[in-house]
């Protein structure tokens, strides 16, 4: 069986609704347990396209506003019908309770490395396979919600089966959203993809197909899964239990900000920024 994450980590919906109290309870549904959400997300049962979003207060929360959130502070109260399935949530800050939960579900049910089966592919009709691979994977992240792993995996297969009989997709030939698809669905799968197709992502950034700064991402990405330090600083992670993120270790610290010029990534004092840590203090403690 394939493992499952689920995992509903959505943050501020806006200032009025967070400090409003959780005083809304959806008439005629039953709120998941925790043992619930994880037996849910085990067996597949999905928050669907159909699932309404609304705040502590009962207002409606549209997918684009979703989007646009945070996913660290706001927590999701999930509520089903008689048929068990997820048909509303409630959104409202998260206890350290919620955050216990959502680390459980990350390492209970982490993604492992499958083996992806070829199938087969009409060469002629890439830019539209791999236009709705994109939007696939895009529809798949909404709202928060980490992604149905299944739809990942399906996403996986038609991208590689893609690659392996059509070769890697050109802007010139099937134009930039099937070349993203591409970059989207491979950073998105297990370790061992990145590894087998990240030189065919740099020789698409040297061909002006994709941006350095993707591909600095990945790198870092696979540098941290092998357990060696990074070279951009674009990868954090909390570490023991904690709730706050940190820098996960840089090679050349000194240097990190001209190798992140150079792909056109901005300082990395202001990205850190965005998660609560001062890249200045740590250089301070030696960190």
Request: a negative charge.
């Amino acid at each position: 069986m394939n493992k499952i994450v689920l995992i509903l980590m959505i943050s501020v919906f806006s200032a009025v609704s967070c400090n409003k109290s959780s005083n809304y309870k959806p008439q005629g549904l039953r709120k998941l347990s925790d043992t619930e959400i994880i037996e849910h997300a085990k067996t597949g049962n999905y928050i669907s396209e159909n699932t309404i979003f609304k705040d502590s207060v009962g207002n409606i929360v549209s997918r684009d506003e979703l989007r646009q959130m945070n996913t660290e502070e706001i927590f999701g109260d999930q509520y089903v019908n008689a048929d068990n399935k997820i048909v509303e949530v409630v959104l409202r800050k998260a206890t350290n309770e919620d955050k216990a939960l959502i680390k459980k579900l990350k390492e209970g049910f982490e993604i492992e490395d499958e083996a992806v089966t070829i199938i087969d592919i009409d060469c002629s009709e890439v830019e539209k396979i791999l236009e709705a691979v994109y939007q696939v994977d895009q529809d798949n992240r909404k709202g928060g919600v980490v992604a149905n792993t299944d739809i990942d995996k399906e996403n996986q297969q038609i991208v590689v089966s893609t690659i392996e009989k059509c070769g890697f997709p050109s802007v010139e030939k099937h134009g930039n959203r099937s070349v993203e698809a591409v970059f989207l669905v491979i950073q998105h799968a297990g370790k061992s993809l990145r590894e087998k197709y990240f030189p065919q992502i740099k020789k698409s950034a040297d061909q002006g197909d994709l941006q350095w700064s993707l591909v600095a991402l990945m790198e870092d990405r696979m540098l941290m899964d092998r357990g060696e330090k990074q070279k951009y600083g674009s990868q954090v992670q909390k570490k023991n239990g904690s709730d706050k993120w940190s820098l996960y270790p840089i090679e050349d610290p000194q240097n990190v900000n001209k190798r992140r010029a150079q792909v056109g990534l901005g300082p990395i004092e202001e990205y850190l920024k965005h998660f609560g840590i001062d890249y200045n203090t740590i250089n301070e403690n030696g960190g």
